[in-house]
DNA sequence: CCACAATTTTGGAGCCACTGCAAACTTGAT
DNA sequence: ATCAAGTTTGCAGTGGCTCCAAAATTGTGG
């Protein structure tokens, strides 16, 4: 049992386990989620339903998979953010630099709006969204929490991730919705440029207004004027995955 | 087929149809959500397990049905506000209102704990209270646009439902957890109170300090005059489209 | 090359939520 | 009693998912 590179075994694992992923996506996009069996998968991708569910636990997983990764994607803003920019602030450049380059972050991709469709018509899917949703926010919350070491009782940085996160998620709500209505991209990025500039204003506006007990975290999150001579940004260290 | 009083036929449905519920939520109280199947339920409720599926069309449904109703509730606390009262103020009388007399309808029932166990022990059951969150919050941003026509771009009453309810949402998660954790409520109440005062602080300043295109659900939202104190540093932008 | 062990795949039997249908059965009105 | 409408039930099935034990495949040492 050697742990030597990667072995016969290894590679067609990868290989039936990504054959199978993709051509249950292609199904599902193709004919809907709920009206394809992993049966048929199974046997469009030549194995045994036993051996799909031997790589995915759930026949959801089949369809995220590649989604999954995208859970600690806003702790990544955070611990990536500029010496000196506050939390919203970074979050707002994130997201306006995804509009500008119609990154997939957040669901506005070029084809994001057949992906909508087929998420929206399957309840279960969209449960696994709202799950992912979940997780994206807790994650968020313990980092938040990490960073400024709030100690347990302290409801701020769960706050925070529910405030920042439920923006974005109006926002792209929104978007996409537009998206399906038929609207080009042309039309709904101007739109949603302004909308998101306005809720962050809203964010970063109220923020500042509260000098609680919490305060450090706070002015972290809005960046302070309130301490002129305090370092908001800490030492960044090298922590890339 | 007189459409009279209560037939002795509407009666019985009535009758079965409660008498299924009562003794679903009985055996999951007792056993787990998981751990109890429908045919359990039916024979323990001497039916078949079509008519079970007759009354209620899912299983997590056998558990809601009362829980159901509560959706509208955001809505009722925004409609019946007090003259000149705020929303943000109406909702926090509201909550403190719920902790001082432990209403059921933020979920701190006395007993709520069990409650909350069977629920987070069940996946199933965890989507479906989500679904439950998800309505109260569309039905809220519905009816704050509604209240202040706002049209369809204008994003700042689901920002308004989201932000008042998962402020809520994460007081009373907090709270659960901690009577989840064995503390009393004796010890809880007062924690929480604090918490609520300060996030419910929060909202109101954040929201004053924003002078958006939406003034007028912002002035409802937060109360108060619109002018009377701090200038907006950040110019406003022009309200395009 | 040949065993032999470790894995992977597979078939089969089965559970459970849920559906559709047609035969009972119950109720209400004539 | 009788008939129509509504309700309950049994039965047969689908589909996701689990458990298990028998193949088939691959890595290792002789």
Redesign the pocket.
């Known amino acids: 049992?050697?742990g030597?590179r990667e072995?016969?075994?290894e590679r067609?694992?990868r290989e039936?386990r990504e054959r199978i992923s993709d051509i249950a996506t292609g199904l599902f996009m193709a004919k809907g989620f709920d009206n394809?069996?992993?049966?048929e998968v199974a046997q469009a991708a030549d194995?045994?339903?036993?051996?799909v569910?031997?790589y995915f636990?759930?026949?959801?997983d089949l369809f995220a998979d590649r989604q999954e990764v995208a859970v600690d994607l806003p702790v990544r803003v955070l611990r990536e953010r500029r010496p000196g920019e506050s939390v919203v602030r970074a979050f707002r450049r994130d997201y306006l630099d995804a509009i500008d380059t119609r990154d997939w972050r957040h669901g506005l991709n070029a084809g994001s709006d057949v992906f909508a469709r087929i998420v929206n018509d399957s309840p279960a899917l969209v449960a696994r969204m709202r799950e992912v949703g979940v997780g994206r926010e807790r994650a968020l919350a313990r980092a938040l929490a990490d960073e400024f070491d709030a100690d347990a009782d302290d409801l701020a940085p769960k706050m925070a991730a529910a405030y920042l996160l439920g923006t974005t998620r109006i926002l792209t709500e929104h978007a996409v919705a537009m998206l399906l209505a038929g609207e080009p991209w042309e039309r709904v990025a101007p739109l949603l440029r302004t909308q998101a500039e306005q809720a962050f204003d809203l964010l970063e506006a109220g923020l500042r207004a509260w000098g609680g007990p919490t305060a450090t975290l706070v002015v972290a999150l809005r960046g302070g004027a309130d301490d002129a001579d305090r370092e908001p940004e800490r030492d960044e260290e090298e922590h890339e995955d």
């Open positions: 049992m050697g030597m072995g016969l075994r067609k694992k039936t394809v069996t992993v049966a194995v045994s339903v036993n051996t569910f031997n636990s759930t026949k959801e």
